[in-house]
C-alpha cells in the first residue's frame, strides 16, 4: 500500500463520514480524532523513523477505516434519534402526508437500513473487515438518502396544520350538528307537547 492510497481512502471516505458527524452534533468524537492521530502518527514514520511505507501505511489504513467504521455507526445512532423523533410527531399527522404512502415508505426504508446495518455488524463479527466497511458505507448512504427523502420539515409542517386544521372543522361540525339535534327535538317536543 503507498501513502498516496491511504490519502485517497481518507479523502473518498473517511473525511466525508468525519464531516457528517461533526456536523450531526457541531463535535468530533475523541475517539475519532486518535484514529486520525494513529494514522498520521504511522505515515510520519515513513519519513521520521525511515519505515517501510508499505507498513506503516497498512497500518495507517487500519486505524482509518476503524475510525470510519466507529463514525458510519456514530452515523447510525444519530439517525435512530432522528427517526424516533419524526415518529415521536403524530402518527396521525404522518398518515397525511404523500396521500398516506410517507408513513409506510418511511418504516420500509428505515427497516432496509437496519437490515444492512444488521448485515454489516455480522461481518464485523466474523472478522470480515472489508465487508463489514462496505455494509457500513451502503448503511451510511441509505441514512444521507432517507434523511434527504424523509426529515422533510416542510411536508410535515403541512401535516400537523393539515391535522389541526381537520381537527378544528370536526369539533366545528359536531357543534353545528349537536346544535342542530337540540333545536329539532325542541320543535318536535313543542310540537308533540
Known amino acids: 500500500m503507498t501513502e498516496k492510497e491511504v490519502y485517497q481512502f481518507y479523502n473518498d471516505h473517511v473525511k466525508i463520514i468525519y464531516s457528517e458527524i461533526e456536523a450531526a452534533g457541531n463535535h468530533l468524537p475523541v475517539e475519532l480524532l486518535f484514529e486520525i492521530h494513529s494514522a498520521f502518527d504511522h505515515l510520519k514514520r515513513i519519513y521520521v523513523d525511515g519505515l517501510s511505507e508499505d507498513k506503516c501505511c497498512e497500518k495507517a489504513f487500519s486505524h482509518l477505516k476503524r475510525g470510519a467504521l466507529d463514525a458510519y455507526k456514530l452515523k447510525l445512532k444519530y439517525f435512530n434519534v432522528n427517526y424516533q423523533a419524526l415518529l415521536g410527531k403524530s402518527i396521525k399527522d404522518l398518515r397525511l402526508v404523500d396521500n398516506g404512502e410517507f408513513l409506510p415508505k418511511t418504516i420500509r426504508a428505515r427497516n432496509e437500513i437496519m437490515t444492512v446495518a444488521k448485515n454489516a455488524r455480522l461481518n464485523e463479527g466474523n472478522y470480515d473487515v472489508e465487508?463489514?466497511?462496505?455494509?457500513?458505507?451502503?448503511?451510511?448512504?441509505?441514512?444521507?438518502?432517507?434523511?434527504?427523502?424523509?426529515?422533510?420539515?416542510?411536508?410535515?409542517?403541512?401535516?400537523?396544520?393539515?391535522?389541526?386544521?381537520?381537527?378544528?372543522?370536526?369539533?366545528?361540525i359536531g357543534l353545528v350538528v349537536g346544535v342542530t339535534a337540540s333545536i329539532v327535538a325542541g320543535l318536535i317536543l313543542g310540537y308533540l307537547g
Not at 140 to 157: A, G, Q
Open 131 to 172: 465487508a463489514a466497511f462496505e455494509k457500513w458505507y451502503e448503511a451510511s448512504l441509505l441514512i444521507t438518502e432517507f434523511e434527504s427523502t424523509y426529515f422533510d420539515e416542510s411536508k410535515l409542517r403541512w401535516a400537523k396544520a393539515t391535522s389541526l386544521r381537520q381537527g378544528i372543522i370536526g369539533v366545528i
